[in-house]
């Protein structure tokens, strides 16, 4: 496994801060130590070339043992330790595991899995090859999660630039590929990992001001929630110097307001996948959502209306779903994209567009009108079969107060017919108590996710005055 370059940075960092874990500081001469101890550790108890599951949440321990792992030409199924039963189930199962791991607080423990039916040829490959590997499964928002394969030397030969050392907070979960990125580019380059125990607002801005925090990488969900909360007004974040943002579609309404909040930090749109790992990219400026990457090697180009990309750092394909490669060797995103400028947009995923009548309405669009309403805290927008127009567009929301049905409909409209198409304006409002975002802080678009419901309205607003037909 070519991880040496990664272990010979740990030893000229030496006495730099790696992690600030529960406010305890853990130098980059602990991490090589604790990877040295897990490698022997790993290979006394036979895991060595093995596939395995690693249970853990953000901590030094569990950094240690994802590197000894690697080290060790393991295929390494990162999994988040609050992970429901089921799902890990589901997880180990495709994956085909052949041990579990945990660190805890520095006590490795392991135990064999039952491994049922025959091997993928992706993974027996890697096996053949003795050569490390990772198996990341996509958040599954919209619906079955898919599992790349990423062959461990390609992805780490991402880490070999180098980037500025700065204290970050990894905010995005440990078994996502933007969580792994953070923690391996913070690594490789000096920084500081800062650890934080839950990913709430009060937490996050608690944990700048105390310990002088650079950069944070977010998805728009959490940038919205905090400045909802009103608490980032209760303490210092001058440190701040960055924010990336990625993992779904920003708000123009958004982004606009985040920046009026904190004009001083830069806010850049960070782009990748499960399937191809985390770009390096610069946003045309703080306030646009049009960005370019900045590898060279890196190359992008939009067909029929779809962004496909082509990079060393791509995975080598899925265990349970037909591979999304073209015949030469480019990966098809399923984002839909435009070129502006020679810069990129993103407009949405192109599984998540709502057709109503045969024009396409962008979820994001919509949702980024919607909560600009004060009465709104959260909007999921949705496509509803209808008979008349093929889809219309339904609006899942969470209030933020007590609202009547008749009003809220009525509010809606009002407010969006200067701001959007009648066709964009919902024509279905569902009002749910329930969180619209998951633990990753990203918005659940799955159809099949079961609300409780405090009123949906199943016909549409045309019985209000001024609607058209159109």
């Known amino acids: 496994m070519n991880i040496h370059f990664l272990l010979e940075r740990f030893a000229v960092y030496e006495d730099r801060p790696a992690f600030i874990w529960r406010d305890e500081q853990y130098s980059y001469s602990w991490l ?4 040295n101890t897990l490698s022997q550790w790993i290979s006394r108890e036979g895991l060595d070339g093995k596939i395995v599951v690693l249970e853990e949440d953000y901590s030094p321990y569990a950094a240690a043992a994802l590197i000894a792992l690697l080290e060790g030409n393991c295929i390494v199924i990162p999994l988040d330790r609050h992970l429901v039963e089921a799902k890990r189930n589901e997880y180990t199962t495709l994956a085909q595991a052949e041990w579990y791991m945990s660190v805890g607080e520095g006590e490795a423990m392991a135990r064999r899995c039952s491994v049922q039916g025959s091997r993928s040829p992706i993974l027996a490959g890697l096996i053949l090859e003795k050569k490390a590997g990772l198996v990341i499964f996509s958040s599954g928002s919209t619906g079955r999660s898919k599992a790349a394969v990423h062959s461990g030397d390609r992805l780490l030969d991402g880490f070999r630039r180098q980037v500025r050392p700065l204290c970050t907070i990894p905010f995005m979960m440990f078994d996502h590929i933007g969580g792994l990125n ?4 913070s690594l490789s380059s000096g920084g500081c990992l800062c650890v934080i125990p839950d990913r709430s607002p009060l937490e996050v801005c608690k944990t700048i001001e105390k310990h002088r925090v650079q950069a944070l990488p977010v998805s728009p969900t959490f940038m919205n929630l905090l400045l909802l909360s009103g608490v980032y007004q209760e303490f210092d974040l001058s440190s701040l110097e960055v924010v990336s ?29 499960s399937e191809l790992g985390i770009l390096p990219t610069r946003s045309k400026d703080s306030g646009s959502l049009l960005f370019t990457v900045r590898d060279g090697e890196v190359q992008y180009r939009i067909v029929d209306g779809l962004l496909e990309i082509q990079t060393q750092t791509a995975m080598i394909g899925y265990l349970n779903a037909p591979s999304p490669f073209t015949e030469d060797g480019w990966l098809q995103t399923g984002d839909e994209a435009e070129m502006e400028d020679g810069y990129i947009r993103i407009l949405g995923r192109r599984s998540e567009i709502i057709n109503v009548g045969g024009r396409k309405v962008y979820p994001a ?3 980024s009108v919607l909560e600009q309403m004060k009465v709104i805290e ?5 496509g509803e079969p209808s008979g008349i127009t093929g889809e219309m567009v339904k609006a899942t929301v969470r209030l933020t107060g007590q609202q ?9 409209w009002d407010f969006c017919q200067d ?3 009648p066709y964009k304006i919902p024509q279905k409002i569902v009002v749910t108590h329930e969180a619209l975002t998951s633990p990753r802080m990203k918005k659940i678009r799955n159809s099949g996710l079961t609300f409780d419901v405090q009123n949906e309205v199943a016909a549409s607003m045309e019985d209000l005055e001024g609607t058209t037909d159109e």
């Open 245 to 273: 943002y990625g993992s779904e579609v920003m708000p123009e309404a958004l982004l606009a307001a985040w920046n009026r909040q904190f004009p001083h930090v830069r806010t850049v749109q960070a782009y990748g996948m």
């Open 378 to 382: 959260t909007a999921v927008v949705t």
């Open 404 to 412: 009547s049905l008749a009003e809220l409909r009525r509010q809606i």
């Open 32 to 35: 090589l130590e604790q990877v």
């Open 365 to 367: 669009e919509v949702e």
């Open 419 to 421: 701001k959007l198409p």
């Open 182 to 185: 953070t923690m391996l580019q």
